[in-house]
């Protein structure tokens, strides 16, 4: 990888919604990103929604050092609640923030998680529909299918998840490579 890969990372947990986190993966792998998929849970192998079971490439312990140019949450229940509850995961998600580096969730994961940590105060945020009521205690809710508000990027859920990826990939690459990336998808 040369110097101008994009590190991602994205944390899994049991629960957490399969499609949401394969296809994050794929679409970053597919734009040049680095992509580091951590499990919260205390082995790699977690056991996501609908019975499917996912591989990390590592656990969050072992890269809570690390810096990335994206920390992106996926959805699914009890996932997005493990991923809220991670103290490790809030404070590398709080420094990225400060950093002024790019945080981004998606179906559940904004309004637990961001909106928990305080991270949505004053910004436009969308999440899955069932959680837009606990959104809007913490954010601007917005029914959009995919919100950037500054280094923030929110998105509702499965059905968005595509375009959610390739809006990731124009933050870190660009118009032309997101482009270039959705072209043949």
Request: charged residues 25%.
């Amino acid at each position: 990888m040369d110097s101008s890969t994009k590190k991602v990372l994205i944390p899994i947990a049991n629960g957490t919604e399969p499609f949401e986190a394969v296809v994050m993966i794929d679409v970053l792998r597919r734009g040049g990103a680095d992509v580091t998929v951590a499990s919260v849970e205390n082995q790699i192998g977690v056991d996501a929604c609908h019975g499917i079971k996912i591989v990390s490439d590592t656990l969050l312990s072992d890269v809570t050092n690390s810096v990335f140019d994206l920390i992106m949450l996926p959805g699914g229940l009890p996932g997005g609640e493990t991923l809220k509850n991670c103290k490790s995961l809030e404070s590398m998600v709080k420094k990225q923030d400060e950093d002024g580096r790019l945080n981004a969730a998606i179906c559940c994961a904004p309004a637990l998680a961001f909106g928990t940590w305080g991270l949505l105060e004053g910004k436009n945020a969308t999440c899955y529909p069932i959680f837009m009521e606990k959104l809007a205690t913490c954010a601007k809710a917005v029914e959009s299918r995919v919100e950037v508000d500054g280094k923030i990027v929110t998105s509702r859920g499965p059905g968005t998840t595509m375009e959610f990826s390739v809006t990731l990939v124009e933050q870190l690459f660009g118009k032309d490579k997101a482009a270039e990336v959705s072209g043949p998808l």
